[in-house]
């Protein structure tokens, strides 16, 4: 499991770690986990030539110790200072001992030393920074995303908030994050993540509590949670799903959901809905029935919403059941919120950033950029665990444990029909038992490597996404 701690949290270790370690030890384990990071980037460090942008906290102290390493070891490195007066001044003797040299930000000479750099150290701002980069840093970032430089940024891209992954203003754009001691928030959600590029972890000894604020799922963690059949299991033991989606208007919504229910562990699907007969012709193996979900026999699960259209009574009815409930897509317009607070069994919403911003009440563009703040609200507003779909799926829990980030997915599962097969599979899940939050997060999980090995470069349909999920279900346990 990756962990992301906020700032707090690592503030308060760092504080406990440096209580007991001689001045500035931190500071040099930082400095020489970049170093390390910067050399291998530059394959040769001699004669290599080095920018270093510093601003005037210990983010800059970090670029610039490690900037006399890289010039101890034969590199030409040139420090740019935003604040000159208030840059770390151990880190500025440090450099200047090992031979580099320091630039003024200011009168053009600066931007002309990064278009001539081989790789730009962005020690600007870390875990200390509020909003965007201040208007003396643009024309460095401007005059950084016109050069072929390498850009490494120390800790985090400068200009994003480090605990919730928002951008607001402009942010410098790395190919890679060295991040010291834990990942932070924002170097796992987007729009953050995209301004961090690669992220290599340094350990600097920091001792973190046993939870986080944001947790990111590994093949093994939901290689422990996918369900195994039992010598003595039979299809109702192994747990029924019910599916009730689809209307006359979309009849494939619910032949998409069956197929990821299909593929999700559970004994048994059961379809309830308009769409049966598409439903047995592709799928010869559900369970259809003609009633509604009361007289559809038991389940332990019920995936409600996907296609639905107008039909609210079939939605309160799925709610009233005592069994954990999914709901996404036209459901989550139709269901009555008191009635989705008033449930007992787990509930589980699966909203993409339009329906959270519906569902919340205000721009889709507040979800897209506060997609932690969203996803947290929605979760304790409905009681319920919620799965928040976007490049970065967000889940969260009522209770307010660690988010789950999901870190397999790709921007070809933009397509249409494939949120209703994760439905399906994460329907699937809590039939077979799972707690909501893991079945939630180990169906984004599979989801999304099994939109990977469908797409593998090229477009895929929602179809084929649904046909990778037993090969992404054995890639993850067999790893
Ligand atoms: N505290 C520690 O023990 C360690 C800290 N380390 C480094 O220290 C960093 C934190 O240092 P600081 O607390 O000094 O904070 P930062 O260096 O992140 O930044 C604080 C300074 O930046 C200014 N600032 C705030 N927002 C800005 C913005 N948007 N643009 C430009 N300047 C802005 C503030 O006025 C303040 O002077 C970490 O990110 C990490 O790189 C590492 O050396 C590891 C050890
Ligand atoms: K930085």
Redesign the pocket.
């Known amino acids: 499991m990756r962990t992301a701690y906020s700032v707090e949290t690592v503030?308060a270790a760092?504080r406990e770690l440096?209580a007991r370690l001689p001045e500035g030890a931190?500071?040099q384990?930082?400095?020489a986990g970049l170093a390390a990071a910067c050399a291998d980037v530059l394959g040769r460090v001699y004669g290599s030539r080095v920018v270093l942008l510093v601003?005037?906290?210990?983010?800059?102290?970090?670029a610039l110790y490690a900037g006399a390493r890289l010039a101890r070891r034969g590199a030409g490195v040139s420090a740019v200072l935003?604040a000159p007066e208030?840059a770390h001044g151990g880190g500025l003797a440090a450099l200047r001992r090992a031979g580099g040299r320091v630039v003024g930000a200011d009168g053009g000479g600066a931007e002309a030393v990064v278009g001539r750099a081989d790789l730009v150290v962005d020690g600007?701002?870390?875990?200390?920074?509020?909003?965007?980069?201040?208007p003396n840093?643009v024309p460095l970032a401007d005059a950084v995303e016109r050069s072929r430089a390498v850009v490494v940024a120390?800790?985090?891209p400068?200009?994003v908030d480090a605990d919730t992954g928002e951008v607001r203003g402009r942010a410098l754009r790395a190919d890679l994050t060295v991040t010291?001691?834990t990942h932070k928030p924002g170097l796992l959600v987007d729009p953050a993540r995209e301004y961090a590029g690669s992220v290599r972890l340094v350990d600097?000894g920091l001792e973190l509590p046993a939870s986080a604020e944001l947790e990111a799922l590994q093949h093994a963690d939901v290689a422990r949670m996918l369900p195994v059949p039992a010598a003595e299991s039979d299809k109702y033991r192994r747990g029924v799903v019910g599916i009730a989606a689809g209307s006359a208007r979309y009849p494939g919504a619910a032949v998409l959901a069956v197929a990821g229910a299909l593929r999700g562990g559970a004994g048994a699907v059961r379809y309830v809905g308009p769409a049966g007969q598409a439903v047995i012709a592709r799928f010869p193996e559900t369970l259809v029935s003609d009633g509604g979900p009361k007289h559809a026999g038991r389940v332990q699960s019920w995936v409600v919403g996907p296609g639905a259209g107008d039909d609210a009574a079939t939605v309160a009815e799925v709610l009233a059941a005592e069994v954990p409930v999914l709901i996404d897509a036209d459901g989550l317009r139709l269901a009555e919120a008191s009635a989705v607070r008033a449930r007992r069994a787990p509930t589980v919403m699966t909203p993409h950033a339009g329906e959270a911003a519906a569902l919340l009440g205000v721009e889709r563009e507040e979800v897209e950029g506060g997609r932690l703040a969203a996803v947290r609200e929605l979760a304790g507003r409905y009681g319920a665990t919620v799965l928040l779909k976007g490049s970065t799926t967000l889940i969260a829990s009522a209770g307010g444990a660690a988010v789950r980030v999901n870190p397999t997915g790709t921007s070809w599962l933009a397509t249409a029909g494939s949120g209703d097969v994760l439905s399906g599979l994460a329907g699937s899940l809590l039939a077979a038992g799972l707690p909501a939050v893991d079945a939630a997060s180990a169906a984004a999980y599979l989801h999304g490597l099994a939109g990977r090995f469908a797409a593998d470069g090229a477009p895929a349909g929602a179809h084929d996404v649904a046909e990778e999920i037993a090969g992404a279900w054995r890639s993850v346990v067999r790893a």
Do not use: C, Y
């Open positions: 503030r760092e440096m931190l500071m384990r930082a400095a601003g005037s906290g210990d983010n800059g102290g970090d935003l208030r600007i701002v870390g875990i200390g920074g509020t909003g965007g980069l201040r840093a120390v800790d985090l400068s200009g010291f001691g600097i």
